[in-house]
C-alpha cells in the first residue's frame, strides 16, 4: 500500500510558465526516490501536487491506482507524511508536538518514536521531560532537536507514503548525518520521495530522477548517475 504513480503530469502556475513538462515516475512501497534538481526545477511543486494544493494541467497522479483528484484532502493528509525543510513546532510540550495527529497514542509508543528518531535521551535530559514547554517561553530546539521531534510525530503517524524535503539541508554534517539514520529508519517499508539539491544526499536512493527545466533529463542509481557525469 502506498504505491505513487506520475503519469506524465504537466503543471504551471502561469500559463506562459511551464514548471512540469510531462514528468513520469513511479514509486513502490519500500522504495526511496529521490527528486535532485537545481533550485527552480519544480521539485517542491511535486509534493505540493501531492497534497492537491493544485491540481495538474495535464497527465495524472495515483495513489494505489486511485487518481488522487478523485481523493479528499484529509485522506491524502493521513496517507502522506511530510518532514518538511524547516520544522515550525507548536509552543507546547514535547509530547503534545510528537503526538500532534496520533492523540490516541500510548505513552510507550510515543517513547518508542521518540527513540526511532534518536530524540529520547536528549528528552529525558532536560527538566520535565516530555512535558517540557517548547518555543518562546520554554525550551529552544536546535534545528536538529526540532527536525527529530518532526521525525517522531512522523514515525508515529506512520503514513505509507513519505516525502523528506531536503530534510537536512540546514544543519550541520554530524547532525546531517544523525538524522538521514533516522529517516533511513522511518522510510523502511514505506513510499518514500526525497527532494533533494544534491545527488550527495541521497547516495541510498533506488532510483535518482534528476529533474531541470521541467522535464526528468536523467535518472538511474547514484553510481550510474556518477559514471555517465
Ligand atoms: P524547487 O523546489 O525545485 O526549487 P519549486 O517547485 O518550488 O522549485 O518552484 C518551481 C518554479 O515555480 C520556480 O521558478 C518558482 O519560482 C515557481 N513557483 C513556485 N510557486 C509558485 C507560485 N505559487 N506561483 C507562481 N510561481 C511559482
Ligand atoms: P495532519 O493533519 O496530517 O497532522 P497538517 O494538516 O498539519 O497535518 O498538514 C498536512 C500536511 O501538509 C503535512 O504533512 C504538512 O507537512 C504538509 N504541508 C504543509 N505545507 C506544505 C507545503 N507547502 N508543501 C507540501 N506539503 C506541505
Redesign the pocket.
Known sequence: EGRVVFDDVRFH??PD?P?LKGVSFEAEPGQTIAIV??????????S?LMFRFYEPQGGRITIDGQNILDVTQASLRAAIGMVPQDTVLFNDTIGYNIRYGRWDASDAEVREAAGLAQIDDFIRSVPGGYEAQVGERGLKLSGGEKQRVAIARTILKGPPILILDEATSALDSFTEHEIQEALRRVAKGRTTLV?AHRLSTVVEADEILF?DHGRIVERGRHAELLERG
Open positions: 502556475y502561469d510558465r514548471i534538481g537545481p533550485s527552480g526545477a519544480g521539485k517542491s511543486t511535486i505540493r527532494i529533474l
